[in-house]
């Protein structure tokens, strides 16, 4: 794995799951049918995806 993969994760706006490995929402989506899975930098601190990530920690 590479450091770099660990900064991005994929933040589902259908139901707020997120993820870390692309793999999971490959799964996420053939399970649930959702597709708006957007992929979030979580250097980024004023993207919303990823305050609503570190305000359910
Ligand atoms: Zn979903």
């Not at 929402?25 to 601190?45: E, F, N, P, W, Y």
Request: charged fraction near 30%.
């Amino acid at each position: 794995m590479h450091p770099e993969d660990l900064k991005m994760i994929w933040i589902c706006e259908e139901c707020d799951s997120h993820f870390i490995f692309h793999a999971d929402v490959s799964d996420h989506k053939a399970q649930t049918g959702h597709t708006r899975v957007t992929k979030v930098d979580m250097i980024l601190t004023d993207s919303p995806f990823t305050s609503n990530y570190r305000s359910d920690r």
